[in-house]
């Protein structure tokens, strides 16, 4: 059996145990909305699912550096970053080569200060704001749904 003839769920199981997943950085980007903290999510390129704003560490920068970039690049947003993770979560990336290939995004928490129409994947990518609750209910990997539910209820204590 080669591995393109190998059932998908067969093949990724696979690969998780040969291989750890691919470290990327990740931006949490948080406004002060009317109603509560409200998280900007962007549409995949291939427009399937919500998601913040990641990719892949860039040669020369810290972790958090990257995640602020691609939140720029993304979704047109600048802001404070914070200097470690608040989280991580975990999804298989199905490469162009077909093969599954299993991503660990480490979260960075970006505390928005600006909001721009022009950025470089504003024609690719649709954004949108959502209270914490929705966002955890439109995203689709457990740890970053669970992320944000724990930042909802951390929110509804002040």
């Not at 993770?85 to 999804?91: C, K």
């Amino acid at each position: 059996m080669n591995v393109r003839s190998m059932p998908h769920e067969m093949l990724n199981n696979v690969l998780e145990f040969i291989r750890p997943a691919f470290v990327q950085a990740a931006a949490l980007c948080l406004r002060d909305g009317p109603d509560g903290p409200e998280v900007l999510l962007v549409q995949t390129l291939r427009r399937e699912h919500w998601i913040t704003p990641k990719g892949w560490p860039m040669r020369n920068k810290a972790l958090n550096q990257t995640a602020a970039i691609e939140a720029w690049e993304e979704a047109g947003v600048r802001g404070t970053i914070s200097q470690d993770p608040i989280g991580a979560f975990t999804y298989t990336k199905i490469k162009k080569s077909g093969l599954p290939v299993q991503c660990r995004p480490l979260i960075y928490r970006l505390d928005v200060s600006e909001l721009s129409d022009t950025y470089p994947e504003a024609k690719k990518r649709t954004r949108k704001w959502f209270s914490l609750a929705d966002a955890a209910n439109v995203v689709t990997p457990p740890e970053l749904k669970a992320l944000l539910q724990r930042l909802d209820q951390q929110s509804g204590q002040t």
